[in-house]
């Protein structure tokens, strides 16, 4: 089963625009992490949230997490064409793996 | 190595085969999981190995998948009578710990005809 919902499954943008997705979950959570796939392979991880943190930035990246509203938000600013992938966000529920939502698949054009 | 391989990358098997799929992990990583992931889906968890032993195996979907991790550091995936629905990338991850951020191999993609 899938724990997590990603939102919207598809979103197409501009070069140098913003890009926004999110992610419900239904069960509490140790940590919530999003990844990015390239081609259907390989999942490449991106960044980790622990429970008791609320904003967390890499790079051109930055997640929020709401634990009172079971929810997370992952924002890519000044997109590249190289941003197109899909990404999926990931939960750590306390039993060591994780559940991965759906996904959203991300077009960014030149 | 450097990250974690999978063993072939593809692999077209006939209804009724048996295959085994094949993961090395980063070394020194004791955490290691396998994930199946469909078309359009996310990845739906396996088995995870903690060192040698299956610590939680309840993704496997029926008693014809089998995995197993000998030595603590590679890891074989077995399937035994394979079904067209078996059909979908197989990936394998490893973390220095479990909890923490997963490194995830390329994926086995397996085709059952």
């Known amino acids: 089963s899938q724990q997590g919902e990603e939102d919207p499954q598809a979103l197409s943008i501009q070069e140098g625009e913003n890009a926004t997705m999110n992610c419900s979950y239904k069960?509490?959570?140790?940590?919530l992490q999003w990844y990015r796939q390239n081609s259907g392979r390989g999942l490449v991880h991106l960044i980790l949230?622990?429970?008791?943190?609320r904003e967390k930035h890499s790079g051109r990246l930055r997640v929020t997490l709401d634990t009172s509203k079971n929810s997370s938000s992952l924002l890519i600013t000044a997109s590249r064409a190289a941003d197109t992938a899909s990404y999926f966000c990931?939960?750590?529920?306390?039993?060591?793996?994780?559940?991965f939502g759906k996904g959203t698949m991300l077009l960014v054009s030149p | 190595g450097a990250g974690v391989s999978q063993t072939p990358s593809n692999k077209v098997t006939e209804k009724g085969k048996y295959v085994e799929l094949r993961c090395d992990p980063i070394?020194?990583?004791?955490?290691l999981y396998w994930y199946r992931q469909s078309l359009g889906q996310g990845p739906e968890f396996l088995i995870y190995?903690?060192?040698?032993?299956?610590?939680?195996d309840s993704g496997l979907p029926n008693d014809r998948f089998f995995a197993v991790r000998p030595e603590g550091s590679v890891s074989t995936l077995k399937i035994q009578r394979t079904e067209r629905g078996d059909s979908a990338v197989y990936l394998c991850?490893?973390?220095?710990?479990?909890?923490?951020?997963?490194?995830f191999g390329s994926g086995t993609r397996l085709t059952v005809v």
């Open positions: 991850a490893s973390s220095v710990t479990a909890g923490g951020g997963y490194t």
């Open positions: 069960t509490s959570i140790n940590n």
């Open positions: 949230i622990r429970s008791n943190e």
């Open positions: 990931a939960t750590d529920a306390g039993y060591s793996t994780l559940t």
């Open positions: 070394s020194g990583h004791t955490a």
């Open positions: 190995f903690q060192g040698t032993g299956a610590a939680d």
